[in-house]
């Protein structure tokens, strides 16, 4: 991974961790910072592979993606057997086992994984990423080396991208935009058709619309929560732009708008009925 893209004080915590490694470490920070390359580069430094050759090694395991929703017990459950195997590797650590998103392990297999982080096997390390240090149980962090995951500097990320050959004017867009997540940034610049622009759409769409347009559009907009977030995200992000206008009156809009947002956001978490949440959330951007 390019150290380039990684904040410094993030990088000099995860050299700290590799000069005196643990066997359960926690990446912590929010999305779209990279946490899982993070892991899968610190993997490959602690098994001394070389760059890139993870996915080959016969002793590796990788429970979570980033579209995972929950990791049952039975997943967690699916480690046993490879944790009862003999790594005839000579070193250290010979075997990884990375859990991304782990914030999304149920209660049931929070448990069933700490049992197996409470008496590790010989030569083996957990790499667990997650949003929030409260979002896990307090018996399975307490047993993490934690290492918080920053964001980069606005000037060593934009100089990053300037390296690759974007132009300055989409650099700074989609800095604004993503506030500055690597990840998110690199969707923004290399994928025209992402999920993010798509929200961006909807977003300019739905705020220039009347209230009876947007009312209209409650049901597309509730089928799907994922795409539901990425709106809030958006609009956010362009909630935060707009607060620094000039005309008391806009920045005030846009500071409604922002708090609406943030409010509706944190519901859509819970058990709300997203027709009713939305109903309420376009009815407060007038």
Known sequence: M??????????????????????????????WLNKNLIAIDLAERLLSLNLGSLTNYPYYRHLGNEDTVKITIDEVRSLSDFLILKVPIKQKIARIIIIENA??????????????????????????TFESITSLLSTITSRLHIINVYKPGE???????????????????????????????ELLLTTKNNPINE???????????????????INELAKNKKELNN???????MAKIGLSSNDPRNALKW???????IDSEEKLKTNVQTKL??????????
């Open 2 to 31: 390019d150290k380039s893209i990684i904040n410094s004080r993030t990088l000099t915590l995860v050299n700290t961790y590799l000069n005196n490694p643990g066997q359960a470490v926690g990446l912590v920070g929010q999305k």
């Open 103 to 128: 914030d999304r392990l149920t209660i049931e297999a929070q448990n069933a994984l700490l049992k197996n982080i409470e008496e590790p096997p010989k030569n083996t390390v957990f790499i667990l």
């Open 155 to 185: 000037k060593e990320i934009k100089d990053y991208y300037i390296s690759k050959g974007y132009h300055q004017t989409d650099i700074d867009q989609s800095y604004l935009i993503s506030d500055g997540l690597p990840r998110l940034m």
């Open 199 to 217: 929200a961006l759409t909807t977003a300019k769409q739905l705020l220039s619309s009347t209230t009876f347009e947007r009312l209209n559009r």
């Open 231 to 237: 709106l809030f995200f958006v609009i956010k992000q």
């Open 255 to 261: 500071k409604i708008i922002l708090r609406e947002t």
């Open 277 to 286: 949440l939305l109903t309420n959330y376009v009815l407060s951007l007038n």
